[in-house]
């Protein structure tokens, strides 16, 4: 099957209803959802804790698409199968969660995972120019991981095109995470970003007594990124 690099809006679970979350996922992926971006969180790498691997291997049977981890655990080895085993599709570790970035991807692919790195704002390119050919997708933070709702950093935009020209036609994703909205989607759409995870941005004004309001902001930002391409 050829890549598909087509824009995908991958919401945020992180501000959904976590007393609700099986509902929630059911009700983002039927308005438009394309991937479940999950944000684990260690209270050491980040400031914030958040969810573990009983809570995505609870979920899993509710999500239908695809299931995308984005682990902010330092070290991230010791976690690795146990996120596998409970279900995720891609698992994204960050370059500076150590020790040794390389080993981590390999331990995502050994548990036939999809492999992901994340990029700090201040971690440059350099650190995955290298190993491409083990990286199924590079995220490039927008945002100081630890938290939902931040404002997006205009400066990520040139990092995200200068990582399109480095992957060139390489199958790898370009996902970007942090205050993607209608207003910043088409910036980095047109910089050559095609994962677009959202939190506040899809949640924002809705519920699951309220779900018609996840598709439109799912809708506001798809089509708001289409356009710019
Ligand atoms: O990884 C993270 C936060 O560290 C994210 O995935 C956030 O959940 C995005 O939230 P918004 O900036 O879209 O509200
Ligand atoms: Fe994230």
Known sequence: M?????????????????????AEIQAIEAR???????????????????????VVAAIRP??????????????????????????????????EAGPHLHRSL??????????????????????????????????????????GGQKFTHAMIDKVARCRAMIADRPIHIQVDGGIDPTTAPLVAKAGANVLVAGSAVF??????????YGDNIRAIRDAAQAAL
């Open 32 to 54: 438009g959802a394309d991937w479940i971006h999950v944000d684990p969180m260690d209270g050491h790498f980040v400031p914030n804790l958040t969810i573990g691997p009983n």
């Open 204 to 213: 924002r004004g809705g519920s699951v007594a309220q779900p018609n309001i």
């Open 62 to 95: 509710h999500v239908k698409t695809f299931m995308d981890v984005h682990l902010m655990i330092s070290p991230a080895d010791p976690y690795i199968g146990a996120f596998a085993k409970a279900g995720s599709d891609m698992i994204t570790v960050h370059a």
């Open 106 to 147: 390999q331990s995502v692919r050994a548990e036939g995972k999809m492999a992901g790195v994340a990029l700090n704002m201040t971690t440059p390119l350099d650190h995955v120019a290298d190993i491409l050919d083990d990286i199924d997708m590079i995220l490039i933070m927008t945002i100081n991981p630890g938290f």
């Open 2 to 22: 050829p890549f598909d690099r087509s824009i995908k809006i991958a919401p945020s679970i992180l501000s959904a209803d976590f007393a609700n979350l099986g």
